[in-house]
């Protein structure tokens, strides 16, 4: 280990004078395409996540759970026994056509739960949050409805609506004409597909929309969501006379695209990581041409060139190394402060259109937003790191460089040191 100390001196002189000399602009332009690198990925990666796990966390708390079981009622029960459940609901749904306020009308999805789903399932009420009024679907003829489905009926709490029609089989009882409900509550989980088209109801006021289904549904919540295949092998051993589902099949076509756009987007920003990474490699290139002599008295003293060549590799390595770290610590910032960088950058645009148009005398009335509630369905900008993916971006910025660098090294190993010294 000793014998090789000379190598990370000569490395640290080659990294002085590269800082301090003509190729300074160079190793500063390197560091930084690597920081910008690093700290785009970590911030895409965590907005991406934030969105992709808000959703998801919605539909499986709200809409489908994780396990998803169709059969008989007293098979269902029967279920609440089994190990590794965190929660269960059993219920029944009927899409329905409601009209609102000015005879507004909208499909719905209409849910009958049991009453104290609140209390029963917290991963429910954490997900559908009452915007006003209060989940209560206690009392006769109630619903709570969501946040949109509400806006598009033109309803609130305490107003009635009016159910048209309810789907229904051979089983059901006569549907009631034009049977009213009241709404007592609004819920909001921030997925629009959900917040526009469902309403949930008691399981006695469900009975009475579209009568006693033979066959019930049980949305079954998981301690650890991944053993969710174990839990289906397992039902359909001791449990033939139902039919289950996992969230993996029941939402793959949604579930499906939100990978596909996230890997789409990795690999438009690693795209980033390609362009400086042959930024490096031509520096190195040019940093080994200029060396030659140097290169040409360690190999005349007894250095190897695979001991030369790790010189340009360690500079390469610290070039990643600072520009992933300058990187982190960026992106982990903006990825925590997302919301207020977006703020500040919205309130510096209109403060320079509040100047410009009181300057030039111009009536302005428009309010800059990134994401304006009108037409994005946004109230925050959601973001989540998970540490493999904050690890794999800093490593991948830090060998990326080192990568290039020994690339462009390889180029020592055809120097001949006699003609250099012989000519230079």
Known sequence: MRQNNWVFFVSRRFSRADTAGRSSLTSVLASLGIAFGVMALLVILSVMNGFQMGYIESILEVSSAHIRVTGPEDALSRLRGLPGIRSMAVYTEAQTLIQGSYDSQQGALVRAVDEDIVA??????????????????????????????????????????????????????????????????????????????????????????????????????????????????????????????????????????????????????????????????????????????????????????????????????????????????????????????????????????????????????MNFSLFSPEYFYLDTIPARMLFPEVLFVFLFGVLSAAFAAALASRAITKLKPAEVLRYE
């Open 120 to 365: 029963e399932d917290p991963g429910f009420a954490k997900s559908a949050r009452v915007v006003n009024g209060s989940f209560d679907v206690s009392a006769p003829s109630s619903v709570v409805i969501g946040y949109e489905l509400a806006r598009m009926l033109s309803v609130n709490v305490g107003d009635t609506v009016r159910i048209l029609a309810a789907s229904g089989d051979a089983s059901s009882d006569l549907f009631p004409e034009n049977p009213e409900l009241t709404v007592t509550g609004l819920f909001k989980t921030g997925y629009y597909a959900i917040d526009s088209s469902y309403a949930f109801v008691s399981r006695s006021t469900g009975e009475s929309l579209s009568g006693h289904a033979t066959n019930a549904i049980a949305g079954i919540k998981l301690v650890h969501p991944d053993s969710d295949q174990a839990f289906l092998s397992r039902l359909e051993r001791e449990f033939p006379e139902v039919r289950a589902e996992s969230w993996r099949t029941y939402n793959s076509a949604f579930f499906g695209a939100l990978k596909v756009e996230k890997n789409m987007l990795l690999i438009l920003v690693v795209l980033i990581f390609v362009v400086v990474t042959v930024n490096i490699y031509n520096s190195m290139r040019k940093a080994v041409y200029e060396r030659r002599e140097e290169i040409s008295v360690l190999t005349a003293l007894g250095a190897r060139p695979k001991d030369v060549q790790f010189v340009f590799i360690a500079n390469g390595l610290r070039i990643g190394l600072v520009g992933a770290a300058i990187g982190l610590l960026f992106g982990l910032f903006l990825s925590v402060r997302i919301n207020d960088v977006f703020s500040a950058a919205e309130t510096a645009v209109n403060a320079l259109n509040l100047f410009f148009s009181s300057l030039l005398e111009i009536p302005s009335d």
